[in-house]
């Protein structure tokens, strides 16, 4: 793979007193600086996303400046015992962002005009007083900001086998352009004026009337288009939702392992997340009553619970209910990818099994369409409407409306019904290359186990690895040191557990990719088993 390289004018090498202070291609500082930055042993931050930080802090602090070449991928891979895959990625981020741009024959130099902030960063300030900038240093930021985890702070690249990304490479792109023409050909006089003056906090009535009917289709939730609120994402639902019905050192049961974003959300409020275990099950909800009778908030993925992929048992539904029946405590039933179901019949909704206005549905449109279109909903208790609508103001008054007006056409027009069901027949095609691929060249590695729905599956350790006293840990920091992103499913664990599986995304990445990295994951298990030239 080749540096970034943007067509443009050659850039004169830089003057001989500049290279006496960076070297020949500016390496000597910044190698020093990358070999102190890199840190293997932080799971939550990708290398490719540390090189691509070390970087811009070197530029911003003014040891590496605009018009200095950077070394080239291939030595800067070499220099720091990376894969090169690693440092392309970096680089790739860096010109998209304006860091750093590539000229032909020549190499990746730092931009003239990079986009530096007001003041130097400090590597050493904790990560939410460092991204606060100036800010930080001369206010009080409050402390459980610093606690959001790295997962939900850094941008991630679609690398083997990155887990919850969709196909992007599958999206239908010209079709989506047409309905975004389509949308603005008929916003004509008094509509258009209507339409884009002012947005609805609730959302656009169209689209909340869409999502309504689909909710309706897939997951027999019976709602009208008065209980639907329109998010930028479903996390900013969770956020609100925290807010608004969590008092400081309320209780909020928390799936472990589980989705970072919930326990995030808890903690920004100064509520108190209770870690609760999960099963083969789910939710082990007489746990949870044991470690929080008290709790305000139940927070359930009960479709697909992430990262262990198993289904919430019925039994334990009707528990959960009879649960918050009793106590007045809410329900965050989180449905990210139920859209995705390859095989077995989909258990009912918490939020349609529920009779006591305490289930808040929640639902995305990143998974189904894409990720960067930021639009999510929620299907709330009628009592709840007024005061998230209220709260929805204070926030970021609505969501974009161009958006909300092309999904809600692409829905109507059936596009959106078509492109689910084309994409659940690639998702189940391309787990299917995965296990092909797995049973050819891990199998003496690592068990997977089929997933019934969503993006990635989950495989356990085997015990040629285990019995060396290799975890899925040491597997997943190997696999990163090359570029790939398989991650143990106890880094997402609040308490130490015994766990030896790993998440293995499949989605986004055709068939000669998951062959070309079970073949490099292949590898790498034979190198930590000390078998690196067994076949």
């Given at each position: 793979?080749?540096?970034?390289?943007?067509?443009?004018?050659?850039?004169?090498?830089?003057?001989?007193?500049?290279?006496?202070?960076?070297?020949?291609?500016?390496?000597?500082?910044?190698?020093?600086?990358?070999?102190?930055?890199?840190?293997?042993?932080?799971?939550?931050?990708?290398?490719?996303?540390?090189?691509?930080?070390?970087?811009?802090?070197?530029?911003?602090?003014?040891?590496?400046?605009?018009?200095?070449?950077?070394?080239?991928?291939?030595?800067?891979?070499?220099?720091?015992?990376?894969?090169?895959?690693?440092?392309?990625?970096?680089?790739?981020?860096?010109?998209?962002?304006?860091?750093?741009?590539?000229?032909?024959?020549?190499?990746?130099?730092?931009?003239?005009?990079?986009?530096?902030?007001?003041?130097?960063?400090?590597?050493?300030?904790?990560?939410?007083?460092?991204?606060?900038?100036?800010?930080?240093?001369?206010?009080?930021?409050?402390?459980?900001?610093?606690?959001?985890?790295?997962?939900?702070?850094?941008?991630?690249?679609?690398?083997?086998?990155?887990?919850?990304?969709?196909?992007?490479?599958?999206?239908?792109?010209?079709?989506?352009?047409?309905?975004?023409?389509?949308?603005?050909?008929?916003?004509?006089?008094?509509?258009?004026?209507?339409?884009?003056?002012?947005?609805?906090?609730?959302?656009?009535?169209?689209?909340?009337?869409?999502?309504?009917?689909?909710?309706?289709?897939?997951?027999?939730?019976?709602?009208?288009?008065?209980?639907?609120?329109?998010?930028?994402?479903?996390q900013q639902a969770v956020d609100l939702c925290s807010r608004l019905l969590l008092m400081p050192s309320d209780k909020v049961?928390?799936?472990?392992?589980?989705?970072?974003?919930?326990?995030?959300?808890?903690?920004?409020?100064?509520?108190?997340?209770?870690?609760?275990?999960?099963?083969?099950?789910?939710?082990?909800?007489?746990?949870?009553?044991?470690?929080?009778?008290?709790?305000?908030?139940?927070?359930?993925?009960?479709?697909?619970?992430?990262?262990?992929?198993?289904?919430?048992?019925?039994?334990?539904?009707?528990?959960?209910?009879?649960?918050?029946?009793?106590?007045?405590?809410?329900?965050?039933?989180?449905?990210?990818?139920?859209?995705?179901?390859?095989?077995?019949?989909?258990?009912?909704?918490?939020?349609?099994?529920?009779?006591?206005?305490?289930?808040?549905?929640?639902?995305?449109?990143?998974?189904?369409?894409?990720?960067?279109?930021?639009?999510?909903?929620?299907?709330?208790?009628?009592?709840?409407?007024?005061?998230?609508?209220?709260?929805?103001?204070?926030?970021?008054?609505?969501?974009?409306?161009?958006?909300?007006?092309?999904v809600a056409h692409f829905m109507r027009a059936g596009h959106f019904a078509k492109h689910v069901r084309r994409m659940r027949?690639?998702?189940?095609?391309?787990?299917?290359?995965?296990?092909?691929?797995?049973?050819?060249?891990?199998?003496?590695?690592?068990?997977?186990?089929?997933?019934?729905?969503?993006?990635?599956?989950?495989?356990?350790?085997?015990?040629?690895?285990?019995?060396?006293?290799?975890?899925?840990?040491?597997?997943?920091?190997?696999?990163?040191?090359?570029?790939?992103?398989?991650?143990?499913?106890?880094?997402?664990?609040?308490?130490?557990?015994?766990?030896?599986?790993?998440?293995?995304?499949f989605a986004t990445f055709t068939g000669e990719q998951i062959d070309r990295a079970a073949r490099q994951l292949a590898q790498?298990?034979?190198?930590?088993?000390?078998?690196?030239?067994?076949?």
């Amino acid at each position: 793979m080749a540096d970034p390289a943007p067509p443009g004018p050659l850039r004169p090498a830089p003057p001989e007193a500049d290279r006496a202070k960076t070297g020949s291609d500016g390496s000597p500082p910044l190698l020093d600086m990358l070999a102190i930055a890199i840190d293997r042993e932080q799971e939550a931050s990708p290398l490719y996303h540390q090189v691509y930080e070390a970087i811009t802090t070197g530029i911003e602090r003014g040891v590496i400046r605009p018009g200095d070449r950077l070394p080239s991928t291939r030595k800067l891979a070499s220099e720091l015992n990376v894969s090169r895959t690693t440092v392309v990625l970096a680089f790739e981020q860096l010109t998209a962002e304006g860091w750093i741009e590539g000229q032909s024959g020549a190499g990746s130099f730092v931009s003239e005009a990079p986009p530096l902030t007001e003041k130097p960063r400090d590597s050493r300030l904790n990560p939410a007083l460092e991204a606060a900038g100036g800010i930080g240093r001369t206010a009080e930021m409050r402390p459980e900001v610093a606690q959001v985890p790295p997962t939900l702070r850094h941008m991630r690249r679609p690398v083997p086998f990155r887990s919850n990304l969709p196909a992007i490479d599958a999206f239908p792109t010209e079709l989506w352009a047409r309905c975004l023409t389509e949308v603005l050909r008929r916003l004509k006089g008094e509509q258009a004026a209507h339409i884009l003056g002012e947005g609805d906090p609730q959302g656009l009535f169209a689209l909340r009337e869409q999502v309504a009917i689909h909710v309706a289709r897939t997951r027999g939730v019976v709602c009208t288009a008065s209980e639907v609120v329109i998010f930028a994402g479903a996390q900013q639902a969770v956020d609100l939702c925290s807010r608004l019905l969590l008092m400081p050192s309320d209780k909020v049961i928390c799936e472990d392992p589980g989705y970072d974003g919930i326990y995030a959300s808890a903690v920004a409020v100064s509520a108190l997340p209770v870690p609760v275990p999960v099963d083969e099950h789910g939710l082990i909800v007489a746990e949870a009553r044991k470690r929080a009778p008290d709790a305000r908030m139940i927070y359930s993925s009960p479709s697909k619970q992430f990262p262990l992929g198993c289904t919430l048992s019925l039994r334990r539904r009707i528990e959960l209910i009879d649960w918050v029946r009793e106590s007045g405590a809410w329900i965050l039933e989180d449905d990210y990818d139920c859209e995705f179901r390859y095989a077995g019949k989909a258990l009912p909704s918490l939020f349609s099994l529920d009779d006591t206005q305490s289930v808040i549905y929640l639902g995305t449109f990143s998974k189904s369409l894409f990720p960067a279109l930021r639009l999510g909903y929620a299907i709330l208790p009628k009592r709840l409407i007024e005061p998230v609508v209220s709260a929805r103001t204070v926030l970021d008054r609505y969501a974009a409306i161009l958006p909300q007006l092309q999904v809600a056409h692409f829905m109507r027009a059936g596009h959106f019904a078509k492109h689910v069901r084309r994409m659940r027949k690639l998702y189940s095609d391309r787990q299917e290359l995965l296990l092909d691929a797995m049973a050819r060249e891990l199998q003496d590695w690592l068990i997977p186990q089929r997933s019934e729905t969503g993006f990635e599956l989950v495989a356990r350790v085997s015990p040629r690895l285990t019995g060396r006293g290799i975890t899925a840990r040491d597997i997943s920091k190997a696999a990163r040191s090359e570029g790939m992103e398989l991650q143990a499913t106890s880094a997402f664990g609040r308490e130490p557990r015994e766990d030896d599986r790993l998440v293995l995304g499949f989605a986004t990445f055709t068939g000669e990719q998951i062959d070309r990295a079970a073949r490099q994951l292949a590898q790498i298990c034979r190198d930590l088993a000390g078998e690196a030239g067994a076949a």
